[in-house]
T-cell receptor, first 111, second 119 residues
């Protein structure tokens, strides 16, 4: 399983764009990159998933360079409710291979 | 979207008793379910992987006789913490992966978690 490295914590003011970068140097050809959000005392919530280039949905964008050794989750105009822990996960989804969580990035949004 | 439920959402039990936590996939069939444990301010730690109708595969360091996992159907998995002790107090989260065709990727859907407190 590819190991991921992301900043332990980040602070941001409301209304700003937040970019969280994740390093995954030993990503495999079949691996996808997925980001989850977790609030205290709740299960993780799927945010976005991608394989290469750029993926955008209603809540975030995911940028993946050509070598796929890193990825950046971009949250546009964050609000206080975006304060949470964000996990970057890398892996294939088939069969019994589970998602293995790293330490995640604790994002604090300040008014 | 796919929904995974857990019951109970929180439970308090006395030391030495057993507690059962249910995990259900509400609108899809889950061939594989995973159980995680999370201590305060820490990340999720995988405990075991279970497939419907077969024995669970436990991660290193997780006692299979203490954490009994049963995946009796494609929509239900249970985790029983036997002879619970205060150090078993934690947040337990289940996750389910949908049945899919070969070569098709499916995300893991997570339940809301169960807070276990052992007194």
């Amino acid at each position: 399983l590819a190991k991921t490295t992301q900043p332990i914590s980040m602070d941001s003011y409301e209304g700003q764009e937040v970019n969280i970068t994740c390093s995954h140097n030993n990503i495999a050809t079949n691996d996808y990159i997925t980001w989850y959000q977790q609030f205290p005392s709740q299960g993780p919530r799927f945010i976005i998933q991608g394989y290469k280039t750029k993926v955008t949905n209603e809540v975030a964008s995911l940028f993946i360079p050509a070598d796929r050794k890193s990825s950046t989750l971009s949250l546009p105009r964050v609000s206080l409710s975006d304060t949470a822990v964000y996990y970057c996960l890398v892996g294939a989804y088939s069969g019994n291979t589970p998602l293995v969580f790293g330490k995640g990035t604790r994002l604090s949004v300040i008014a | 979207g796919a929904v995974v439920s857990q019951h109970p959402s929180w439970v308090i039990c006395k030391s030495g008793t057993s507690v059962k936590i249910e995990c259900r996939s509400l609108d899809f069939q889950a061939t594989t379910m995973f159980w995680y444990r999370q201590f305060p301010k820490q990340s999720l730690m995988l405990m075991a992987t279970s497939n419907e109708g077969s024995k669970a595969t436990y991660e290193q360091g997780v006692e299979k006789d203490k954490f009994l996992i049963n995946h009796a159907s494609l929509t239900l998995s249970t985790l029983t913490v036997t002879s619970a002790h205060p150090e078993d107090s934690s947040f337990y989260i289940c996750s389910a992966r949908a049945r899919g065709l070969a070569g098709v990727t499916y995300e893991q859907y997570f339940g809301p978690g169960t807070r276990l407190t052992v007194t």
